[in-house]
């Protein structure tokens, strides 16, 4: 969380509260502590049971990095990227995570969800994937008309080059790749190029001019990442399936700021305001994509800059006495921020109330944050 700066939206309120994803998975335990109240629409492609479940884990995991937790509410367990999301999930795997119903099924439920019955799902996480197939290309070029954003992993069959898998390979969706804690790239995070070939090299598909068969799109951590599992648990697991994750919640926190984004706004923020490990340079490139998912800097992107009341030259800076709107601190600001009892406030963003900032050569403004 703290490493893709989700926990830096949270601080002006940003939680992609009430945003609609969707998730294909395994199915979800809705009991778990940290996902309680959080999944508005089930249907079971398996069982055909009314309730939601999961039998296996993955479903739930995949969750709870998207949206467990209650962000700095009471809830100790804070995993998930938006705690404000609400989920519509589809079983579409079994136990043994062999799926028994093909998950275009799953795909074109949602995409009906959004056409035929209100509920406005901007993006959908798939933590699957197989072989190069063109078999997904048309419900995801729907999904793309109905201005939702396909999510995907590229897959978990790296180091070689030329090993994403389907559909994360394709230009119609967000495909990601794994990070460790160092930012490396995992080493079994699958590389591109995507197939040089009909429909995959046609830019009509394209969300962007330079993609010419970059994969995976962006870069998340998917080592070592602590999240929900069945039976109230906590598991700490390793996958491409959570690096997609990390990204389907910062598409939540992107649309509670603009709930009308276009998707292909939403894909080339979260592309061009990446971090760049410097051990992946230069990007972009067919290991890291455009670099590793930074939630804050995209959100910063849809704010715009006529809300960052503050300018700052080299260590130099002027406060206006009264801000209207919430106040942005670049992250590189060398201050200190006190709220008027006397505590230290964590910039970046501040919310309305009053506060003291005191620069590194000991200056002190009282400012007042109106909303």
Known sequence: IQTVMADSCWVPGYIGDSIILGILDTGIDSSHPALSGKVIKWRDFINNLPYPYDDHGHGTAGAGVICGGDGFGPFTDDIGVAPGVKLVVAKMFASSGVPYVDPIYGLQWMASLKADSGFNIRAINNAWGGNITTHFWEVCNTLKALEILPVFSIGNSGPNPSTTCSPGNYPLVLGLGATNFSDSIANFSSRGPAPDSIPWNNSVYWYRADWNLIKPDLTAPGVSVRTSWTNHQY????????????????????????????????????????????????????????????????????????????????????????????????QHARVTVFDISGRKVVPPYLAPGVYFIETDEKIIQKIIVLK
């Open 235 to 330: 598991s700490i697991l390793n996958g491409t399936s959570f690096a997609t994750a990390h990204a389907t919640g910062a598409i939540a926190i992107l649309c509670e700021k603009n709930p009308v984004l276009p998707i292909e706004e939403i894909y080339n923020i979260l592309l061009d305001n990446t971090d760049h490990p410097a051990q992946g340079a230069p990007y972009p490139n067919n290991n890291y994509g455009w670099g590793r998912l930074n939630v804050w800097k995209a959100l910063q992107a849809v704010i715009g800059v006529e809300e960052q009341e503050i300018k700052f030259v080299t260590n130099d800076f002027v406060l206006p006495t009264i801000v209207r709107g919430p106040l942005y601190l670049p």
